[in-house]
């Protein structure tokens, strides 16, 4: 059974930072892509950013370009996304996703999907 689990996740001031982490289990992990994507009240989910299963090729949306950082430990079975210089409009659940093949910034691709993490930045 796959099993992808986000934490790290909280409340945060504008400005600041938070470091979140997808274990991953049930999976070989080294032979998938991973994305995060997040989802804000009333609106669709989006694409944040994603790496390929070797971690060589990173994908980012422009809005978190240059403040979020994405990388993964396929020793540790565990991708992760820096996020610094958070502000208000950054406040959503933020989900981990995997995929065979080369990583996407389409969530329809995505194979399997962790439960989210709540991310809230107070201005």
């Known amino acids: 059974q796959v099993q992808l689990v986000e934490s790290g996740g909280g409340l945060v001031r504008a400005g600041g930072s938070l470091s979140l982490s997808c274990a991953a289990s049930?999976?070989?992990?080294?032979?998938?892509?991973m994305g995060w994507f997040r989802q804000a009240p009333g609106k669709e989910r989006e694409f944040v950013s994603a790496?390929?299963?070797?971690?060589?090729?990173?994908g980012y949306a422009d809005f978190v370009k240059g403040r979020f950082t994405i990388s993964r430990d396929n020793a540790k079975n565990t991708a992760y996304l820096q996020m610094d210089s958070l502000k208000p409009e950054d406040t959503a659940v933020y989900y981990c996703?995997?995929?065979?093949?080369?990583?996407?910034?389409?969530?329809?691709?995505?194979?399997?999907w962790g439960r989210g993490t709540q991310v809230t930045v107070s201005s």
């Open positions: 790496i390929s299963w070797g971690g060589g090729n990173l």
């Open positions: 049930g999976l070989t992990f080294r032979s998938y892509a």
């Open positions: 996703a995997a995929k065979t093949l080369t990583y996407s910034d389409d969530a329809g691709s995505y194979n399997y």
